[in-house]
């Protein structure tokens, strides 16, 4: 961190760049996709999951996975993130 506070919840300046499929955003498989949709909206993993029809912990996979393709730290990040990636993710 650079000591002003400011960047605490911005990812780094290549999210995007990490797991890149070549058009400027990061390669998500289909299920990320949704979860991210999920995240998004503010869903728990609990409800992503019954949302899905998939296990919580199955869900917990995929944003530990989605945050390393993201470059992010916590789920609020990749929420910020995916707001930018809105049309990628719609």
């Keep these: 961190m650079n000591g002003t506070g400011h960047d605490a919840c911005r990812p780094s300046r290549d ?3 990490a797991g890149s499929d070549g058009e400027g955003g990061p ?3 289909p299920t990320q996709i949704k979860v991210l949709r999920g995240v998004h ?3 728990l993993n609990k409800q992503i999951a019954f949302d899905l029809g998939i ?3 199955t869900v917990k ?3 530990t996975a989605l945050m390393r393709k993201l470059n992010v730290r916590n789920r609020t990040q990749a929420a910020v993130v995916a707001q930018s990636l809105t049309m990628q993710i719609s």
């Design 61 to 63: 996979v995929h944003m």
């Design 55 to 57: 296990a919580e912990a």
């Design 15 to 17: 999210a995007t760049a």
């Design 27 to 29: 390669h998500l498989t």
């Design 41 to 43: 909206s503010g869903l």
